[in-house]
DNA sequence: AATCCACTTGCAACAGAGTTGCAAAATATT
DNA sequence: AATATTTTGCAACTCTGTTGCAAGTGGATT
């Protein structure tokens, strides 16, 4: 409960409940959360206002990251730790079309693609839809 | 323009001068749309629900495809004639940060990646972002 | 532990995106 | 031209996300 505090320190912000809840909830579950799951889990204590602001300040910060499928827009923690400057932007999520749960594969690079003449590239952004592990 | 209906009429569809116009609109900006952008070229003619309603229709019938970056929801038309059952379903889409634009990246395979065990994949959604040749 | 300032929260109100029901209009078929 | 069926426009609504502001809280300082 002592790393929630550190981690948000370490990021320069005031550690409040709602902050807190919101991380805790984020590394509890695993997959990538929507504004809705996050006022499901924790609607009940905080404004929906402040959940939205949360998750904009963790984004600006750097802890977490979008996560678009068809579905919509969810968040995830970056893995490694990301700052204000630097973010990892390279990413590969697996949504799971039988539980609808998105994932966060980590240690997985995309592979080179070779871009038409012209395109310069500044990150990637895999989505992959399939069957998870557990519903396989 | 006769080009047009014969397309609606191969997806089963009647052709109204909303569809024509939308498909149209489609076919002349290459790039990506999103509702607004439609609404924006032919709102003073069409009512908005009739263009969400356009554009669901186009999607379930494999016209067009969803692409999605961080700023939301756009369309493009499906490259290979997609039909109801069988849809095209990897996609690369690149958007440029300078101009805004996201264009389907065709004739390119997305490389194989390597899931861990138990991820069974079904279908792959690339976005690239960066500078496109117009804008380099 | 009391004070202070800056930051954060809750509330209300708003803006935008997307959906639904229904009556009127348009399409394709005979 | 008449018909059945599909599509459109309108109104109303829901869901998602944002903004301004007053009240409340965190944490550094004394």
Redesign the pocket.
Known sequence: MDQLRETLKGHQ???????EDVLSTFITKKNAL???DLEGALGE??????I???L??FLEKGIIHKVLDDE??RYALCSHSCSEEKHQHDHIHFKCSECGETNCIENLHIPAVQLPMGYQAQNFNLLIQGTCPKCS
Chains 1, 2 share one sequence.
């Open positions: 912000l005031r550690t409040t409940t709602c902050r929507s504004h809705g204590n905080y404004d929906r206002v402040t939205y602001r949360t904009k300040t919509g827009l």
